[in-house]
């Protein structure tokens, strides 16, 4: 089974950049595609990006298109989002999830616990 665990999350000023990382363990780890989700306090978790197993497709939400970027490295079992340009509506409980590649939050059976981003005006 996939275990992963969160971190990089804080407090950024408007514009400001950020690097979450995505730990990952399971010796299965590398047969799975990656997700970057988001939720909000009374809000849907929604996609942010994905990436395929071997990183050879991206899909980036349009909301962060231009200003994220995802990438793994399965040799190191790690997952990244790079987080530029943060604006306060970013604001959120940052997860990271491994399973089918997709943008549906239903197909990913692996998550961590999460990390919380706040971007301040």
């Known amino acids: 089974q996939v275990q992963l665990v969160e971190s990089g999350g804080g407090l950024v000023q408007a514009g400001g950049s950020l690097r979450l990382s995505c730990a990952a363990s399971g010796r299965t780890f590398s047969n799975y595609a990656v997700g970057w989700f988001r939720q909000a306090p009374g809000k849907e978790r929604e996609f942010v990006a994905r990436?395929?197993?071997?990183?050879?497709?991206?899909d980036y939400a349009g909301s962060v298109k231009g200003r994220f970027a995802i990438s793994r490295d399965n040799a190191k079992n790690t997952v990244y989002l790079q987080m530029n340009s943060l604006k306060p509506e970013d604001t959120a409980a940052y997860y990271c999830a491994a399973g089918y590649n997709s943008r549906s939050p239903s197909t990913y059976p692996y998550w961590g616990q999460g990390t919380q981003v706040t971007v301040s005006s």
């Open positions: 990436c395929s197993t071997g990183s050879r497709i991206t």
